[in-house]
């Protein structure tokens, strides 16, 4: 069974426009409802959002598909998405929903659906849920005396909070540490500065003012520079930027160098397999992540497990094989003593613990192993063409000769992105010169065939 609506990372678009409208949501809740609706208990779904101008057509248009399909809802407001994965679980609702696209723009917004277990939904979920949106609900709709109520929880916050907290080693505090912490103005703007404050950390807090537009503008984990700067300008220990709904993150140390998820999960999995914590043997990650880290684990004993890119398919195989740390490049570090699905919040407190109890310098913790030069270029296409620049010759071309060039000394990977219109070309190797030719000499070739189309 195929899925069209639902790709890596839920339903996903610019915001009223298909798919993403609130025709689309209320058909999705009710799909979703059908799905979870088994047997005679009083049925719940947990529903948050970020801060997206967006999120206040959809959320109506999600919770009225609910009720009338007999569910009751719960609605938290802005909260990052892993809130929602732990109050799904904790409350034994039915299902939870997480209103968000994540890193992109406020003008796109995306609808992601978690089992009561807490975990998103499989392929095969969706792809069932999808096909019953094509069909007819009214022989399905709750009679009057059935539908659903709706009501918000006021105290989810502090919920979460006392959640993420609760991850710190018992008796460690961040008494005399300073960190930045950029909010993306997102759905963290108000838990992550909190969280820190209360575990005793001075806390100098960017981009926490959402105004519905400025989401990850210039801002967050995928726009890190203001808050490497902040963290040069403030004399901080440490900077954290989360992204728009905070499940990911990307570190700066003490001097401001870039920290990413490479070296988040490699730190974790390093110091957890010292305490006797770590759990499968090794971490899992994606197909992007560096060479460099695979080659660390293995001088320890560990292994490196890859999966597809997404997050949803790093946690696949972690509970499929036993792994507690596995993430990607990009930020998602999953974690699954504590969440089951990626927190950035969490993943910094354990990265921030590490830094206290070594008593060394961020930029010396944080510096695990060397990577591989890698470099990745995004070539953007017009999918209104119905264009699919992976299957021109001249493209297959280019990949062939950069695989050879690379042969035995590194690796090339190309995709198609599954929540934008974009190829996503990947290389690293031993020689950086080399690795940039590769990307350039693909990149071109794909750029040419979508130009040519576009010309057409």
Known sequence: MSRKLFGTDGIRGTANTEPMTAETALKAAMAAALHFRRGDHRHTVVIAK?????????????????????????????????AVAMLTRSMRADLGVMLS???????????????PDGYKLSDEFEAEIEARMALPFAPDLAGPRDLGRAQRMEDAFGRYIEVVKSSFPRGLRLDGMKIVIDCAHGAAYKVAPRVLYELGAEVVTLFNQPNGFNINDKCGATSPAAMRAAVVEHK???GIALDGDADRLIL????????????????????????????????????MSNMGMELHLK?????????AVGDRYVVEHMREHGFNVGGEQSGHVVLSDFATTGDGLLAALQVLACIRQSGRPASDVLRVFQPLPQ?????RYDASTGIRPLDADSVQAAIKAGEEKLAGVGRVLIRKSGTEPLIRVMAEGED?????????????????????????
């Not at 001088?299 to 999966?307: D, E, H, I, P, S």
């Not at 470099?375 to 070539?379: A, F, G, T």
């Not at 990307?439 to 057409?456: F, G, K, Y």
């Open 50 to 82: 970020d801060t997206r101008l967006s999120g206040y057509m959809l959320e109506p248009a999600l919770t009225a598909g609910f009720i009338s399909m007999g569910m009751d809802v719960i609605l938290v407001g802005p909260l990052p998405t892993p």
């Open 299 to 307: 001088k320890l004993g560990l292994t490196l497990a890859r999966t």
């Open 236 to 238: 901080a220990d440490l």
């Open 432 to 456: 950086d010169a080399l690795v940039t030719r590769v990307v350039d000499d693909i990149c071109d070739a794909v750029r040419q065939v979508t130009q040519a189309v576009a010309a057409e």
């Open 101 to 115: 696209a994540s890193h992109n723009p406020f003008q796109d917004n995306g609808i992601k659906l978690f089992g």
């Open 375 to 379: 470099l990745l270029k995004n070539v």
């Open 252 to 287: 700066a140390d003490e001097t401001g160098t870039q920290i990413d998820g490479d070296q988040i999960m490699a730190l974790i999995g390093q110091s957890w397999a010292e305490s006797g914590r770590l759990r499968g043997g090794g971490v899992v990650a994606t197909v």
